[in-house]
């Protein structure tokens, strides 16, 4: 069973910035494209960026262009989420998520909200 661990979530006032980190195995980090999702009250699922292993290209939400940004280090086995100039429809649980790369590209994992493993979230509240 392949594991995500979130963290880094929190309270935060319009404007402001967080960033959340998604803890895996090494062998998670070279087997599988790592996604962030998030779920905000009473909405499905949406994938918000991800990444490729392979090459890491990255993949964003037209949402969060410009203001996300998306990172991997392989040292730590982490894959970071800086959120900036956060707005209250940032509002959500923030979920890792992680697909197999032989079968899908990082950027169709984020569009189709698909994952084989989920961690199992941070909340992150935007305030104003």
């Known amino acids: 069973q392949l594991q995500l661990v979130e963290s880094g979530g929190g309270l935060v006032q319009t404007g402001g910035s967080l960033r959340l980190s998604c803890a895996t195995s090494?062998?998670?980090?070279?087997?599988?494209?790592i996604g962030w999702f998030r779920q905000a009250p009473g909405k499905g699922r949406e994938g918000v960026s991800c990444?490729?292993?392979?090459?890491?290209?990255?993949h964003y939400a037209d949402s969060v262009k410009g203001r996300f940004t998306i990172s991997r280090d392989s040292a730590q086995n982490t894959v970071w989420l800086q959120m900036n100039s956060l707005k209250i429809e940032d509002t959500a649980i923030y979920y890792c998520?992680?697909?197999?790369?032989?079968?899908?590209?990082?950027?169709?994992?984020?569009?189709?909200?698909?994952?084989?493993?989920w961690g199992r979230g941070t909340q992150v509240t935007v305030d104003s």
């Open positions: 998520g992680a697909e197999d790369l032989r079968i899908t590209t990082a950027e169709s994992m984020c569009v189709r909200v698909s994952a084989d493993y």
């Open positions: 990444i490729s292993e392979l090459d890491g290209n990255t």
């Open positions: 090494k062998f998670a980090f070279d087997h599988y494209h």
